[in-house]
Every structure is written in structure tokens, then in C-alpha cells.
């Protein structure tokens, strides 16, 4: 499936973005998808991962309560909603696709495929 992440921009702190991602090519209602972010100089992070059933969401422990996973099966489209980010929360984020498995979705080389990429910037 391919991925297109979009959503990204400048922000201040305590501020919200709503990051897209668009897949084509395949329905995404047989993928679990999760959200991970890299900043600079750092290593890939997990953000956030929504079953393929949709049942389930998980966070790293640093966006709980601020991000919010969903996914549209009917617009083939994942959303990551991010409220009262913060100067940390700078990074690319890129959305990823699992065909078929809940499991590891916390771990990057678990999944199949990738988008492009955003970039969040969130200005203090």
C-alpha cells in the first residue's frame, strides 16, 4: 500500500495539528497503522498504533492524553490529532502500515510500509 503523510507545519506550544495519512492502492482496513516521529540527530520513535480492527490504541507514555489515533476505513485515511504539543514533540512524522498482524506495533521493523513523511514544528 502506498502512504501519503501530510498534515505537518509550524506551531506554537500548546497548540494543535491533525496529521493525515492517505493510502492508495490497497484498502487499509486490513493494516494496523502507527505513527512514528524522528527528530534530528535522534533515533525513529513510536507515537502512537491503531489495530487493523480498530479496536485498539496505543501510545508512548509522552503523548498520552495529548494525541489521538483514529482511522477511517471508508476514506482509507489514519489521522494522528495532536493537542497542546510542545517544543519536544519537533520531529518528522511518518505513518506505517502492518498487513494483517496487532502485533509488535510498537517496533518499526514490524511494519510493511511507509510514508514520506511530515514535519511538525512547535515553536516555544
Known amino acids: 500500500v502506498q502512504l501519503q503523510a501530510s498534515g505537518g507545519g509550524l506551531v506554537q506550544a500548546g497548540g494543535s495539528l491533525r496529521l493525515s495519512c492517505a493510502a492508495s492502492?490497497?484498502?487499509?482496513?486490513?493494516?494496523?497503522m502507527g505513527w512514528f516521529r524522528q527528530a534530528p540527530g535522534k533515533e525513529r520513535e513510536f507515537v502512537a498504533a491503531?489495530?487493523?480492527?480498530?479496536?485498539?490504541?496505543y501510545y508512548v507514555d509522552s503523548v498520552k492524553g495529548r494525541f489521538t489515533i483514529s482511522r477511517d476505513n471508508a476514506e482509507n485515511t489514519v489521522y494522528l490529532q495532536m493537542n497542546s504539543l510542545k517544543p519536544e514533540d519537533t520531529a518528522l512524522y511518518y505513518c506505517?502500515?502492518?498487513?494483517?498482524?496487532?502485533?509488535?506495533?510498537?517496533?518499526?521493523?514490524?511494519?510493511?510500509?511507509w510514508g514520506q513523511g511530515t514535519l511538525v514544528t512547535v515553536s516555544s
Open positions: 491503531i489495530t487493523w480492527s480498530g479496536g485498539s490504541e
Open positions: 492502492g490497497r484498502t487499509l482496513s486490513s493494516y494496523a
Open positions: 506505517a502500515a502492518m498487513h494483517y498482524s496487532d502485533y509488535d506495533l510498537e517496533v518499526a521493523s514490524a511494519y510493511d510500509d
